[in-house]
């Protein structure tokens, strides 16, 4: 499945949401889901609520997004993750960078 993006609350709330597995292979796709913004976005949330996989380059390719945005004031938030990529990011300590909801 691909990545796919769309705008809830009016456009303030960019979702970005993640297939089965978010690895390496996703680069591109990522970074062009978040490349358009709009001037009425406010929040960029990535919804994992399939993502069954994730690896360390997606967890750079989520840092990577804040940093490439760093101009913006945006909010960041992961949304729906389920509880083995749960773990994953609360080890990698994301509940610091992100809203984890």
Partial sequence: ???T????????VLVIKVGEKFDFSKVEEF???YSD???KANEIAVDLSITEYM???ALGMLLNM???L???NY???IENARPQVSKILEISRFDKKFQLR
């Fill in 66 to 68: 804040q940093k490439s």
């Fill in 75 to 77: 909010t960041y938030s």
């Fill in 37 to 39: 913004l709009t001037d």
């Fill in 55 to 57: 690896d360390s380059s």
């Fill in 5 to 12: 993006s769309q705008y809830r609350q009016d456009g303030e």
């Fill in 31 to 33: 970074r062009n889901a």
């Fill in 1 to 3: 499945m691909p990545i």
């Fill in 70 to 72: 760093k101009g913006g």
